[in-house]
């Protein structure tokens, strides 16, 4: 753990997303409360659309092993490859937490820029924010065993693209407004309370994405011991 947290403090790739995920909120908030001066917990919403990062660099932390034949290395180093899969997604979990408590703070001073900042609109602010942030930390998991899985760092990533912006729309269309609210980034969406989010509730929407990092966790877990050179 203390490996990946070396690593994740000393190449740039999380900077620079961490940096574009405040431009993002920053953006996206701003031309919110633009258009809506009151809706303080619409503008909060942006938080949760920045999962991407989080859920980017999760792939990266196991593909990318792969992509610069280090994964020999670390196997080595530490032979319970099982280990090392969890050690990852413990980190990046907390990681896309703190990506989104990053970005709750960000929308919050972009509020209180615009002069939206009141006691009584910000206290449908606070789940919001705390949606977005279990959404980040959420959408990180997946994409360690999204990574682990795939192996291929530029497939995953391409294939989490797609899915975000094409597969689940053309999938919620075949099998329906009910059965679509349980994917993934509706899921998300239910759960940063975006605004054209339907269908479920918070707590469930939290349980739904627990339960597909779950899923891909377990099932990376057991492709771990498939030889990795």
Do not use: C
């Not at 992509?67 to 290395?73: N, S």
């Amino acid at each position: 753990m203390r490996s990946e947290l070396r690593k994740l403090a000393t190449v740039r790739t999380p900077w620079l997303l961490l940096a574009a995920t405040v431009a993002l909120v920053v953006l996206g908030a701003s031309g919110r409360l633009s258009g809506h001066p009151d809706d303080v917990a619409g503008a909060a919403a942006h938080v949760g659309l920045v999962a991407l990062f989080p859920l980017i660099l999760g792939v990266i932390a196991v593909a990318g092993e792969y992509r610069h034949r280090t994964v020999a290395d670390t196997y080595l180093s530490t032979p319970r490859r099982e280990r090392v899969l969890l050690d990852k997604l413990a980190v990046h979990t907390l990681l896309g937490a703190g990506f989104g408590v990053a970005a709750s703070l960000t929308a919050l001073a972009t509020i209180a820029a615009w002069g939206s900042w009141t006691s009584s609109t910000l206290d449908d602010v606070w789940p919001t924010l705390a949606g977005d942030v279990g959404w980040n930390a959420a959408f990180a998991a997946i994409g360690v065993g999204l990574g682990a899985l795939v192996r291929n760092q530029i497939a995953a990533v391409a294939g989490a693209l797609a899915w975000l912006a094409l597969i689940e729309g053309v999938a919620a269309e075949l099998i329906g407004t009910d059965a679509a609210r349980w994917l993934p980034f509706r899921a998300g969406s239910a759960l940063g309370r975006l605004p054209a989010a339907t269908g479920l509730d918070q707590w469930t929407a939290a349980a739904v994405l627990a339960g597909y990092a779950a899923a891909f966790t377990i099932a990376a877990v057991a492709a771990q011991r498939r030889d990795p050179m």
